[in-house]
């Protein structure tokens, strides 16, 4: 466990050490910034059934979609090209740590990065008049779009995995990220009902991500996301080892 | 210190070490000597666990690198080929991360890390991002790592690689001087390096041990090279003749040069050293003598000759598999 916190800490320093976790997080607050503007424009009109954080959340498919194949590119796609992992296997860790590590990293960005939005939070809070804020499915919200996205991570770090190509691994996650976020929410438009139709809104994270963001925390997306999570950081770790059996 | 016996790899369709045994002792410092692809990384890279052996038993410090493969890497400092670090880190910033990695705990760290900084000379740039470094300063930065941990056993691999000769100067003399505390395996394909620092040297060549000696005891045997030169001034055809004739030499090679002497280079018969009675032919005859040396054999003839026997006797064993196939 200590070996974990060291690598992570060595992960979070790499992103703030070269510029990445800066653009990462300005690409991010400036769509997330100019949508919030936007959305309390908007809702300055009159009122609506929607509120201004249900719509944040919303955008979830953004980030996920952009932001994941960023920065989980780099993960171990680097450490290949550039020979560290040979530094990094031959210290007394193991390869499923050193995984994990790179994993908890990037989740940590990203949740920093949501976190950030959290000064929308307040904003609301202080400006909004005549009405409370409801906490519940802002709390509920914020839970769906990080259990959506450490999934999003681990495939993203699967695809770094198998490569030294940054730009490859990149391209690789954001087309399985496409796949199981875009196409699948399309497939439940052309499948509305039968058998085919449950399945496909049962998986698609944006009718899941509908609950999350009403205040509704179901508890099998939430197992699904983590068996999903622990599928792909296992293949994972099984790929770092492939050096030694190929 | 390591025990390695009939470690053979095989990567797809390439037999990268073929039944390669030795052993180190405690406190040697040995010098793994090949041409590029010859095998050195590999058995290197199977020491520290980082790839595994496809058969074959090899030990560090009495535990058997596959079983106990944590509790080896704890005992061993590698410095990998083209010392691969995180160039976005700092120098101190670095060691701490990877002394934590090893396991030193806190207090251990905070004294062994300006340790390691003193011996690899490094105190002026602890505070330098490692990507500005120069090539010789990074060397000692993936030095001071493999030292962190006070290992029981050093594995550089290539470390002077890449470096100006000042620099080279400098990581040879560092390596002397923690060979008096370390055991040692360092591989390099440049010969003097292995002859200036090393106490025993294996050779090693097409994934086969050829060689494995004292740098002294290898051109003792072998005594590849060693040619006399002679220069004398009297008649051509007599001094070849003459000089042919002398005991223990095996063949020579007579050539005159402008000014009336002849330049005969002789090769003796293997273990022999012929150069008193070349001397007495030259008195007796009552010519004029002006040189009479003996080149001194190095590790690069032997090697050059070790490897090409090596390579002769590949070639005649491929040369009866075609002729059994015809």
């Not at chain 1, 009902?193 to 925390?217: N, P, T």
């Not at chain 2, 002026?124 to 056993?153: C, F, M, N, T, W």
């Not at chain 2, 004292?214 to 055809?237: D, R």
Request: hydrophobic fraction near 45%; charged fraction near 20%.
């Amino acid at each position: 466990m200590t070996n974990v916190l060291t690598l992570l800490r060595r992960e979070l320093g790499a992103y703030f050490a070269s510029v990445l976790g800066y653009v990462v997080l300005m690409f991010f607050l400036v769509v997330m910034g100019v949508t919030f503007g936007v959305i309390v424009g908007y809702l300055n009109r009159g009122p609506t059934q929607l509120t201004a954080m249900k719509i944040m959340f919303s955008m979830f498919w953004l980030p996920s979609l952009v932001v994941v194949p960023m920065i989980t590119m780099r993960l171990l796609a680097e450490e290949k090209r550039a020979g560290t992992l040979e530094m990094l296997m031959t210290a007394p860790v193991t390869d499923f740590e050193v995984v994990f590590a790179k994993y908890l990293g990037a989740v940590t960005l990203y949740t920093i990065m949501w976190a950030l939005t959290g000064f929308y939070v307040l904003i609301l809070q202080r400006f909004s008049v005549g009405s409370t804020l409801d906490l519940g499915p802002i709390f509920s919200g914020y839970l769906g779009v990080i259990v959506i996205g450490q999934f999003f991570i681990a495939i993203g770090l699967l695809a770094s995995s198998m490569t030294n190509n940054q730009i490859a691994a990149a391209l690789m996650s954001f087309a399985v990220v496409f796949l199981l976020l875009i196409v699948l929410n399309w497939l439940t438009y052309l499948f509305p009902s039968g058998v085919l139709g449950k399945v496909f809104h049962a998986i698609s994270s944006f009718d899941q991500m509908e609950d999350f963001q009403r205040g509704i925390v179901d508890i099998r997306p939430l197992v699904l996301y983590a068996s999903g999570t622990a599928l792909a950081l296992f293949i994972a770790t099984r790929v770092v080892e492939s050096r030694k059996w190929r | 210190m390591i025990k390695v016996e009939n470690l053979t790899k095989r990567y797809a369709g390439v037999t990268a070490l073929n039944g390669v045994s030795f052993e180190v002792q405690r406190g040697e410092i040995v010098g793994f000597l090949g041409p590029n692809g010859a095998g050195k990384s590999t058995t290197m890279r199977i020491l520290t666990g980082f790839i595994p052996a496809s058969s074959g038993r090899v030990e560090v410090a009495g535990l058997d690198v596959f079983e106990d493969s944590l509790a080896v890497r704890e005992r061993v400092g590698y410095m990998p080929e083209n010392n691969p670090l995180y160039t976005d880190m700092r120098v101190s910033e670095y060691l701490k991360f990877r002394s934590k990695l090893k396991g030193l705990p806190r207090a251990e760290r905070r004294e062994r890390i300006p340790e390691v900084l003193d011996l690899c000379g490094l105190k002026d740039v602890s505070h330098r991002i490692i990507g500005h470094l120069s090539k010789g300063y990074r060397q000692r930065v993936g030095l001071a790592d493999a030292l962190l941990a006070e290992p029981d056993l050093l594995i550089l691999d290539e470390p002077t690689i890449g470096l100006d000769p000042v620099q080279i100067r400098q990581v040879r003399q560092l390596i002397k001087d923690l060979g008096k505390r370390h055991t040692i395996l360092l591989s390099t394909h440049i010969l003097p390096e292995v002859e200036m620092t090393c106490n025993r040297v294996i050779i090693i060549h097409r994934g086969r041990i050829l060689a494995s000696d004292t740098p002294e005891n290898l051109m003792k045997t072998l005594n590849a090279g060693g040619l006399i030169q002679v220069e004398v001034h009297g008649p051509g055809s007599e001094v070849q003749a003459k000089l042919r004739a002398v005991e223990d030499v095996e063949s020579i090679n007579a050539k005159m040069i402008e000014d009336g002497y002849v330049r005969v280079l002789m090769t003796p018969k293997s273990g022999t050293d012929p150069r008193e009675k070349i001397y007495q032919t030259v008195v007796r005859n009552g010519w004029t003598l002006r040189e009479l040396t003996r080149a001194r054999t190095t590790l690069e003839d032997i090697f050059v000759q070790i490897t090409r026997e090596e390579d002769e006797a590949e070639e005649e064993r491929r040369e009866e598999r075609r002729s059994v196939l015809r």
